[in-house]
Every structure is written in structure tokens, then in C-alpha cells.
């Protein structure tokens, strides 16, 4: 497994866009740091722009490698190699290379400005969303044969789990006001990764007050230990379940 | 070596292999031949396993294909079009072919041929397409397979390179290997074909040994007997 991987990291490495991200991140970051006096206000607008173009550049860096490496990966499928091999051998080559580029860009800063429980929190959901977002662009990548066609589903995703979702639960929220939504919303955050990766770190931050009622009620369940572990679970699962069914897709696959 | 059982495989809407029947020995080279669209490629993509056929079996050497990719160890395959990661050196993906096969028993004729060790720091991008050609035989041929499926082989090929390939068909068919050849090019490969498969709309219409083609069609050259059958086939439809 290892070797192929290393093939596919190799490839992605010269291309160079990998380290010009990480080179955007690592400046962003660092200049957010250098600007605020306070660096838990600083993470909280790194918080912003991390939970915006980590999903999107794993999401269509993922999809556009996928297709620039088609005839490659049915040169590999000719080998004596079995598909789950070449399919997972692509997908860690993503990890590895995109989770690279993020602890360089944002963990070095982090680490070294703010090194304490939001910083970690911080740093940890920020891998778990990159796991999630190249797992779902694989997903997509290995049903659409078109690359148009997958390249608008990756940005459908994002704006879907960026924007869109949180319009629904809002108007969700406000048309059910009158009735009890605490166990529901609760439910309901859980079903979109990048709204629990905010949530966790917002109430580490104790922002939360901020938040009022519904805060006070995330505070209690996600605040404790039981919480943390819950989250880190559906993020968990939120990786590994795309990355089932695009296996299973993919065993399946005509190339 | 590979024997093809009733497949069938339809894209969407068209069905591009309508029940194939046939038996692939050592010692054979055929040349696999019919109009664009009637099924040449996709016949090879289901001997290699990268299409996944609706209905029927095929077997290598007496495993099935659909199982284990294994049995993918005995195929040297070179494809019509090699496109390779852009980034990648020439070197680089022998290299990783060759830990990926690990196997000992190499062929490196055709690499020394095509003078690869020259091309080894080139990024696969960079390369024309008949370079690319080159490529992609030296790796069919590297790890010595009972069988091999040339896939057009000498389309893009300047007419040294397709000497040099040609003469390695012809010693790797003493050697009792199994060479399945498709090509529009018919006169390219004449020399070195002992039988014809003759594909049409997704079928199969004769496999034939070269002298029993000879005979029934009263023609010696191997282009002007297919002519002849292809005009015989329009005459029947029409």
C-alpha cells in the first residue's frame, strides 16, 4: 500500500499547488497572529477562514487529481493490484499531502502562538474536516464520469455545507420556535461536519454565552468529555462512511 | 489460455458485446480486428478486468476473471493511449512498476531498444505521443507474461520503433506466449499473424487460423481477405 502511496504523494508534491497552499495558509495564519494582541480572537477569525477553504480546497484539489489521474489509475488496475488497494492508495496520498500542507501552514503557527486547548481543538477538527471533505470528493469523483459533472458537484457540497444548510436550520429553527428544539438542533448540527468542527471550537473559546440559550445547552452536552468524544466520532464517521460507499462504487466501476 | 463465455456488456443504452464466445491458446497470435465501435476495446478492458461485464465468465489460465487480481500478474498490457500522472519521470514509473510486479524474471530488451535509460529524468508529461507509445510497450513486455495484449501497438510509432517492436513479437511468439494484437493496420502485422478474430457490432463473427482464411477467401494478403469478408458481410445485411 505504502509504496503506491508514496507515487501518488510524489506526483502531487511537484505540482506545486500543495505547497502554494500551504504557503497561503502558513501566511494567513501567521499574519492573523501578528495583527491581533489577542490570540483567541485571532483564532477565532483563523476559526472562520479555516472552516471556509479547508473544505473547498479538499474538495476540488481532491477532484481534480482524481481525474487528472484516471488513465493512471487504470494503468495500476491493470497490475496484479486489487481496486480497494489503488483507491486507498490515492486517498491517503490526499491525506497525507493535504494534512501536510495544513499542520505547516496553520498547526506551525498555532503551535507556536497559541499552544493551549483551543489551539489542539482547533488543529484537530481542521484534520478530521480535511479526512471528511476528500473522502466526500472522492465519493463524488467515483460517480460522476464527467469531470464538469464532478467539479460542480464538489463546489454543490461545499455551498451545501457552507451556506445552504445553515439557511434550512435557521428557517427551521424560527418557523418551530414555539416548540422545544434543544435535542433536535443538537441532532441536527451533527448532520453537517463543518457546523459541529464551529460548535466544538466555539465552546471551547466560552463563546458560547454568545450563543444564549441553545449555547448553554451545547455547553452542557458538548462541553464535557462525553461531548468531545461524541464529536470527534461523527466526524469520524463522516470521513469513513463517503469513503465506504466510494469503494463501493468503485469495485463496482467500468473504466 | 483465456476463455471467453457468453458476455455481455451494454453501456446505458447500446449494448456493446451481444454474447462473445471464444478460446485465446498459447502459441497464438491474433490479431483482433472489426470497424471502430464493434467492441475490440472493451473486449480487452473485460480480460483485464477494468470493465465489469453484465453476463458471462471469463477465465485465465483457469482462474475467473472478477476475483482475485492475481491472475493480472501473467498479462503485459500496452493501451491504446498511455496517459501517465504529468509530474512523474520516466524512471520513476519503471521503478514503481517494477516494485509493484517484484519479480525478478525481467525482460529489458525493449527498454535498452528505446533507448529509456536516455528519457529517465523526463517528466511523462513532456513526452510526445510516440514516445509515450514506447513506454508503454517496455512496460507490456517488462516482466516476461505468458500473455500479452497490444492494444493498437504501432499507432504513433515512428517506423524504427515499430521494426524494433515487431521483431520482438516475433521472438516472444517462439517462446509459445499468447499475443493479442488489435489494429487497424493490417499490413503492419501481417507477417507476424497465425490467426484472425473478427469482431463486428459486438459480436464475434469467425476466429480463424491464417491458411484457412487464405483458402476460403482466395486471397493471400491478409488486408485484401478482410476486405473481402467485410464486403461479404455488407453483402448479407444489405
Known sequence: MMKLTRYVLYDILRNKIVLLYAAFLFLITAGLFQLEENSSKAILSLLTIVLTVLPLVSLIFTTIHYYNSYEFIELMLAQPLSRTRVLLSEYFGLVLSLLGAFWLGVGLPVLFYSPDAIGISLLITGSLLTLVFISMALFTSVHARDKAKGIGLALLLWFYFSLIYDGILLMLLFALSDYPMEKLTLLLSALNPIDLARIVIMLKMDVSALMGYTGAIYKNFFGNAYGTIFTLGVLILWAAFPLGLAKRKFLKKDM | ?238
Open chain 2, 1 to 238: 489460455m483465456i476463455v471467453i463465455e457468453n458476455l455481455y456488456k451494454r453501456f446505458g443504452k447500446l449494448e456493446v458485446l451481444k454474447g462473445i464466445n471464444m478460446q485465446f491458446n498459447a502459441g497464438e497470435v491474433v490479431s483482433l480486428i472489426g470497424p471502430n465501435g464493434s467492441g475490440k476495446t472493451t473486449l480487452i478492458k473485460a480480460i483485464l478486468g477494468l470493465i465489469k461485464p453484465d453476463k458471462g465468465v471469463i477465465t485465465v489460465n483457469g482462474a475467473t476473471v472478477n476475483g482475485s487480481p492475481a491472475y493480472r500478474a501473467s498479462i503485459g498490457y500496452m493501451p491504446q493511449i498511455g496517459r501517465y500522472p504529468d509530474n512523474m519521470k520516466v524512471g520513476q514509473l519503471l521503478t514503481m512498476i517494477r516494485e509493484i510486479r517484484n519479480t525478478s524474471n525481467q525482460d529489458t530488451q525493449l527498454e535498452e531498444e528505446f533507448n529509456m535509460d536516455l528519457l529517465c529524468e523526463k517528466p511523462l508529461g513532456t513526452l510526445s505521443g510516440g514516445t509515450k507509445q514506447k513506454v508503454n510497450a517496455a512496460l507490456a513486455f517488462l516482466f516476461n507474461p505468458p500473455v500479452l495484449i497490444l492494444d493498437e501497438p504501432t499507432a504513433g510509432l515512428d517506423p524504427l520503433a515499430t521494426e524494433i517492436l515487431k521483431a520482438k513479437i516475433a521472438q516472444e511468439k517462439k517462446k509459445n506466449k499468447l499475443i493479442i494484437v488489435t489494429s487497424h493496420v493490417l499490413s503492419d502485422l501481417q507477417e507476424l499473424t497465425t490467426h484472425v478474430a473478427y469482431m463486428q457490432e459486438g459480436r464475434l463473427i469467425f476466429k480463424k487460423d491464417l491458411p484457412t482464411l487464405q483458402r476460403e477467401t482466395g486471397e493471400e494478403k491478409l488486408g485484401l481477405a478482410i476486405a473481402q469478408i467485410m464486403r461479404q458481410q455488407k453483402n448479407t445485411q444489405g
